[in-house]
């Protein structure tokens, strides 16, 4: 049974650039969330996705942004990128009827 | 405001020595609590969780940790620790908002196993 998998495992950006990242939840998992690691820190929130809409947000600009597909996938955007985007972005799901989250691997964003 | 904090950001540990690491949340009602496990480089696992009932909760690799609503604490343990126990561990609280649930973690405490 595959886990949530996550594309790519890294990357780098050039500030002012955008970027997509993407993430296929476990299966049977209808609800997806993204979070931002900065090295050093714990995941801070960024924003879920249930039936295609995003159902929370967290203290993020709306230079984040986010996309559910009818397969439950997901993708986080992130446009003009600055220094302080360079982090492990996690996406995370779970089914709608239970509380416990499966973590991917991450994505590995650098900006430079 | 809802918050989790973990008050020692380095522990080291001789193998085969206890293990407990601490976990202090702040929120109103009953708490939904978690013990993640990340390796470097890795996406975090879940070691354990706890919702409601019996307040001491087990988990994967050998691992327990007693939720205590007195003292606003969720402590993780292992009675003997492993030299693969080295990772960070992450304590979070899930918020629930309308039906939807976010996880709150706390900085993390990086574990260090000496041989």
């Known amino acids: 049974d595959a886990g949530v998998t996550q594309s790519p495992t890294h990357l780098i950006k050039t500030r002012g650039q955008q970027v997509t990242l993407r993430c296929s939840p476990k299966s049977g998992h209808d609800t997806v969330s993204w979070y931002q690691q900065a090295l050093g820190q714990g995941p801070q929130f960024i924003f879920q996705y249930y039936e295609e809409e995003e159902r929370q947000r967290g203290n993020f600009p709306d230079r984040f942004s986010g996309h559910q597909f009818p397969n439950y996938s997901s993708e986080l955007n992130v446009n003009a990128l600055l220094l302080g985007d360079s982090a492990l972005y996690l996406c995370?799901?779970?089914?709608?009827?239970?509380?416990?989250?499966?973590f991917g691997s991450g994505t590995r964003l650098t900006v430079v | 405001a809802q918050s989790v904090t973990q008050p020692d950001i380095h522990i080291t540990v001789s193998e085969g020595a206890s293990l407990e690491l601490r976990c202090n949340y702040s929120?109103?009602?009953?708490?939904?609590l978690f013990w993640y496990v990340q390796s470097p480089g890795q996406g975090l696992q879940l070691l354990l969780k706890?919702?409601?009932?019996?307040?001491l909760v087990q988990g994967i690799k050998g691992f327990e940790a007693e939720f205590k609503r007195s003292q606003s604490s969720f402590n993780l343990r292992k009675p003997s620790v492993h030299w693969s126990d080295a990772a960070e561990y992450f304590c979070a609280v899930a918020l629930f908002s309308g039906g939807y649930n976010k996880l709150i973690f706390g900085a993390g405490t990086r574990l260090a196993v000496h041989p």
């Open positions: 995370a799901s779970r089914n709608r009827e239970t509380l416990g989250y499966t």
């Open positions: 929120y109103g009602a009953t708490p939904y």
């Open positions: 706890y919702f409601s009932g019996d307040t």
